[in-house]
């Protein structure tokens, strides 16, 4: 089955740096890939997601690229702000609905 | 909408104790998954269901676990006997309709402790 590995397990960066999160997976097959941020007593939300045609997308301050040919995928969050400080999970899909997550890493933006 | 509805949010038993969570997925969404949360495993797909039939339970850790999913409004994870080492946070999540973009969205979670 899908393995998905997750580095850095916790992060530390100063407010208006920039934050890089990298997840590996096994499954050739999978051709999804969310990325999901987990605040202190809530559940996961979804923040990006790619799909295996495309190699980068973007949406303000974050954006995700994919390796396929690695098979591993990035998030990069610029200019951060504390409520960037979260636990990001990153996932992979091969079967539209089986997502298998990330250990996930915590991340904390300093003032 | 409400988003996904858990309950309870916080749960204390004793071991050998039933214990029963309940979720209200998002309306007209056709797929329910139930996961479970911890430090040491992170977040595990327990079972999912597509219009209230069970797809895959192989997550289901024991016969100790079981899920029902009675109609599209509602679903129930029950622990019996529950043990010290369910001690967890029980997320529920649902997709579907009508962006169907497989974006799950996840309730806040039934944090459960056995003593």
């Known amino acids: 089955g899908e393995n998905v590995e997750q580095h850095p397990s916790t992060l530390s960066v100063q407010e208006g740096d920039s934050a890089v999160i990298k997840c590996t997976y096994s499954?050739?097959?999978?051709?999804?890939f969310p990325w999901y941020k987990q605040e202190l007593g809530k559940g996961p939300q979804l923040i990006i997601d790619?799909?295996?045609?495309?190699g980068e997308k973007k949406d303000q301050r974050i954006a995700v690229t994919l390796n396929k040919t690695a098979k591993h995928f990035s998030l990069h969050i610029t200019e951060t702000q504390p409520e960037d400080s979260a636990v990001y999970f990153c996932a992979a899909s091969s079967r539209g609905q089986n997502f298998v997550f990330g250990p996930g890493t915590r991340l904390s933006v300093l003032p | 909408d409400a988003g996904v509805i858990q309950s309870p949010r916080h749960e204390v038993t004793e071991m050998g104790q039933e214990v029963t969570l309940r979720c209200k997925p998002i309306?007209?969404?056709?797929?329910l998954f139930w996961y479970r949360q911890t430090m040491m495993r992170g977040l595990e797909l327990l079972i999912y269901f597509n219009n209230n039939v069970p797809i895959d339970d192989s997550g289901m850790p024991e016969d100790r676990f079981s899920a029902k999913m009675p109609n599209a409004s509602f679903s129930t994870l029950k622990i019996q006997p529950s043990e010290p080492r369910d001690s967890a946070v029980y997320f529920c999540?649902?997709?579907?309709?009508?962006?169907?973009?497989?974006?799950?969205?996840f309730g806040e979670g039934s944090r459960l402790t056995v003593l």
């Open positions: 790619i799909r295996s045609n495309v």
């Open positions: 499954d050739s097959a999978s051709n999804y």
């Open positions: 309306s007209g969404h056709d797929y």
């Open positions: 999540a649902s997709s579907g309709p009508p962006r169907n973009t497989g974006e799950l969205f």
